[in-house]
């Protein structure tokens, strides 16, 4: 039997919920690995017979604990992640069995040597670039160590066979995803982004892929048969937004339900809890290792340089969403889409012609003010 963590009683009651949920899985003896980034492959990790867990943490309560050991001015989703790792305040950490990392930028890359030191931490080392020579080559050989790394933590065999299954049922879910998230596509629009997103959100937390999927594929019917009944052919004076940039969840109600209560719909997500990660699927007529290589290098991160598979995927949401402005969220310290923010603002407005806004921000609740004074005049500037 594993312990609960020593202040366990003093957390709030969904908290506690979620710890006791993962310990009746570990108590079962299901294995648990902790990831932080779409880059990693989970059909590995379910090839292994374990599930894979998100750790990226999406709230301020950590922050101060993190910044014992961390500089004030990083990104709070790497700050609250490793407070939350820190404090055993985080369900899914505290009962990971190790944790699967990767070098998407410098700030995790550093904070996975201190996170190291409270848990097993495995780092992929992810090519800087899916345009330069060997990087495909590289990034499989990354593959292949990952492997090797389950089997010998678990002292088990991962047969191809294994993960090709992995591979249908991780593409099975994609689809599912895509299709629920392609709800965004009608017009006026059938569900707010708020729902989309934060039911994308809790459904990760259905450890099983099969009742993850059913879920989802019942709410996609739900809202499409109300659509088709109650909405089609009606009108909407709506604006309808392209959400991009960071990950957006820490920031959900001060951005995405804030400009939805302003009068507009966000219809897309472009962003790693959006569409990014779904748009391709792993080849399954190629060899398993060849195949997850291919698909996992071929993300539209920021971190890749150059990166023009981004602006292409803007622009194909745009036209399908049909999309009227466009919103970008940095989160504060995120270099990458800092700086990759003038070229898409550049392709937003001059080859699509469509309105942008870029907004800076962090997980605290001070800006908030300022946040929906520039959300309501964004919209009023697409009228």
């Not at 009962?95 to 998407?104: A, L, M, N, R, V």
């Not at 495909?136 to 065999?157: D, N, P, T």
């Not at 591979?167 to 006026?188: A, C, S, T, Y």
């Not at 920021?302 to 995927?313: A, E, F, G, H, K």
Request: hydrophobic content about 40%; charged content about 30%.
């Amino acid at each position: 039997m594993i312990a609960l963590p020593k202040n366990f009683e003093t957390y709030p009651e969904a908290r506690k919920a979620g710890f006791l949920r993962m310990k009746a899985l570990k108590d079962q003896g299901q294995r648990v690995v902790g990831v932080f980034c779409s880059f990693v492959p989970t059909e590995l990790i379910y090839a292994a017979g374990a599930i894979p867990i998100g750790l990226c943490a999406f709230t301020e309560e950590p922050i101060p604990a993190a910044e014992a050991h961390l500089p004030r001015n990083l990104c709070p989703l790497i700050k609250a992640s490793y407070g939350f790792a820190l404090t055993d305040t985080c369900p899914y950490f505290y009962f990971s069995d190790f944790i699967i990392g990767e070098t998407t930028c410098d700030g995790k890359r550093k904070m996975f040597e201190l996170l190291d030191e409270i848990k097993p931490t495995y780092v992929m080392q992810l090519p800087p670039s899916k345009v330069a020579p060997h990087a495909l080559e590289s990034w499989k050989a990354e593959m292949v160590r990952l492997r090797r790394q389950l089997e010998e933590f678990y002292g088990i065999e991962i047969t191809d066979e294994a993960i090709r299954e992995a591979i249908r049922r991780k593409n099975h879910e994609r689809d599912v995803m895509l299709r629920f998230m392609e709800l965004g596509k009608l017009n006026p629009a059938a569900l707010s982004g708020y729902e989309i997103g934060t039911r994308l959100d809790a459904s990760a937390f259905s450890f099983d892929l099969e009742e993850r999927c059913n879920e989802i594929e019942a709410r996609t019917r739900e809202v499409l048969e109300s659509w088709e009944k109650n909405v089609k052919g009606t009108e909407s004076r709506r604006p309808r937004l392209l959400v991009t940039g960071c990950p957006n969840t820490g920031v959900r109600d001060k951005i995405i339900k804030a400009v939805e209560e302003m009068g507009a719909d966000v219809v897309c997500f472009d962003a790693c809890n959006g569409l990014r990660d779904k748009l391709r699927k792993v080849d399954e007529t190629k060899p398993v290792m060849d195949a997850l290589a291919e698909k996992y290098l071929d993300i539209t991160c920021s971190v890749m340089s150059p990166n023009p598979q981004r602006l292409t995927d803007i622009g194909d949401m745009i036209d399908q969403y049909e999309v009227d402005g466009v919103i970008e969220i940095i989160l504060q310290a995120c270099h990458t889409y800092n700086i990759e923010a003038y070229e898409v603002k550049r392709y937003v407005t001059e080859q699509k012609g469509k309105a942008y806004l870029c907004l800076e921000t962090d997980y605290s609740q001070a800006d908030k003010g300022q946040i929906a004074t520039r959300l309501g005049a964004f919209l009023e500037m697409l009228g």
